[in-house]
């Protein structure tokens, strides 16, 4: 069974640029998450999807933060205008369903913002 | 909300050595319970869980964790360490409607041989 792919797997950019990262769960997983790793902390959910629809986004900065998942499979986060602070690991994971599910993780992205 | 304690950020243990690595959680009720491993250059994967019956909960490569409801804790625990178990151990609890998992900070785990 393939598991949990993200691109890219490293991004470096200036402040107040823009990134853009992909995600693809594993296949009939219906429920997709983003989550925010800085170093030294655990990862902080950024985003919960359901399908195609958004069930938890409480802790995404909407300024700056976006994120799709298209016909409840694929999924990208933007980040526009990027911030020093935004320097982190991004993973996504994904689980057959939102409760007593394992969630599966990919492999990250690490983002350095200068 | 739910929130999660992990009270050894680093902890450096030789081979053979018993390992015992704390976790509380803030709420009580019915709960589940997660540890997560992230090996080096490794994927966040499961090492255990609990969701209910017996509070003690045996995962892979010989580690286990006891579920103490009185206590609001879930420590992992290993009677006998290899250098391979190198890694950062992660503690988790579900929160809200949707049970979006509430990490600890991590446990980075050094063994020497």
């Known amino acids: 069974e393939a598991g949990v792919a993200q691109s890219p797997r490293y991004k470096i950019i200036e402040k107040r640029q823009s990134v853009a990262f992909w995600c693809n769960p594993i296949?009939?997983?219906?429920?997709l998450y983003w989550y925010q790793q800085i170093l030294g902390q655990g990862p902080k959910l950024l985003i919960q999807?359901?399908?195609?629809?958004?069930?938890?986004d409480s802790q995404l900065p909407k300024d700056r933060f976006s994120a799709e998942r298209l016909k409840g499979v694929d999924s990208t986060l933007k980040i526009q205008p990027a911030k020093l602070e935004d320097s982190a690991v991004y993973l996504c994971?994904?689980?057959?369903?939102?409760?007593?599910?394992?969630?599966?993780f990919g492999p990250g992205t690490r983002l350095t913002v200068l | 909300a739910q929130s999660v304690s992990q009270h050894n950020h680093h902890v450096i243990l030789s081979e053979a050595a018993s390992l015992e690595l704390g976790c509380n959680y803030s709420?009580?009720?019915?709960?589940?319970l997660f540890w997560y491993v992230q090996y080096p250059g490794q994927h966040l994967q499961l090492l255990l869980k609990?969701?209910?019956?017996?509070?003690l909960v045996k995962g892979i490569k010989g580690f286990e964790a006891e579920f103490i409801k009185s206590k609001f804790s879930f420590n992992l625990r290993k009677p006998s360490v290899q250098w391979s178990d190198t890694a950062e151990y992660f503690c988790?609890?579900?929160?809200?409607?949707?049970?979006?998992?509430?990490f600890g900070a991590g446990t980075r785990l050094a063994v020497h041989p």
């Open positions: 296949s009939g997983h219906a429920t």
């Open positions: 988790a609890v579900p929160s809200g409607g949707y049970n979006k998992l509430i």
């Open positions: 994971a994904s689980s057959l369903g939102p409760t007593g599910f394992e969630q599966f």
């Open positions: 709420y009580g009720g019915t709960v589940n």
């Open positions: 999807f359901q399908n195609n629809g958004v069930v938890d």
């Open positions: 609990y969701f209910s019956g017996d509070p």
